[in-house]
């Protein structure tokens, strides 16, 4: 078992900046990525970004890639991800991911890649 716990979601203005983070503990020796998605009200969940664990290597959905920012702590267990210039369109639950290396023929945009899901945290941007 993993458990994921995210924080550092809030309310911001346009134009400003949150860092999230995604604490994971239990059986995290298998991790092979994490990831952020997010779902925005009336929608679908939305893959954001992800960061192979070990490689350090990151992958950006195009709405957030030159904004957004994907980091892990390996000694803490820890992904973040650090938004910056935040729009309105940004808002959303945002939940972090664990991919442990089991669904390798799923694309790693796809929900169903990932196998451990955080609670969630609430990202609200006002114009």
């Known amino acids: 078992q993993v458990q994921l716990v995210e924080s550092g979601g809030g309310l911001v203005q346009a134009g400003g900046s949150l860092r999230l983070s995604c604490a994971a503990s239990g059986r995290t020796s298998s991790t092979y990525a994490m990831a952020w998605f997010r779902r925005a009200p009336g929608k679908g969940r939305e893959f954001v970004a992800r960061i192979v664990w070990s490689a350090g290597s990151t992958y950006y959905a195009d709405s957030v890639k030159g904004r957004f920012t994907i980091s892990r702590d390996n000694a803490k267990n820890t992904v973040y991800l650090q938004m910056n210039s935040l729009k309105p369109e940004d808002t959303a639950v945002y939940y972090c991911?664990?991919?442990?290396?089991?669904?390798?023929?799923?694309?790693?945009?796809?929900?169903?890649?990932?196998?451990?899901w955080g609670q969630g945290t609430q990202v609200t941007v006002s114009s």
């Open positions: 991911a664990r991919d442990g290396g089991s669904n390798v023929r799923t694309v790693v945009t796809a929900a169903t890649r990932y196998d451990y």
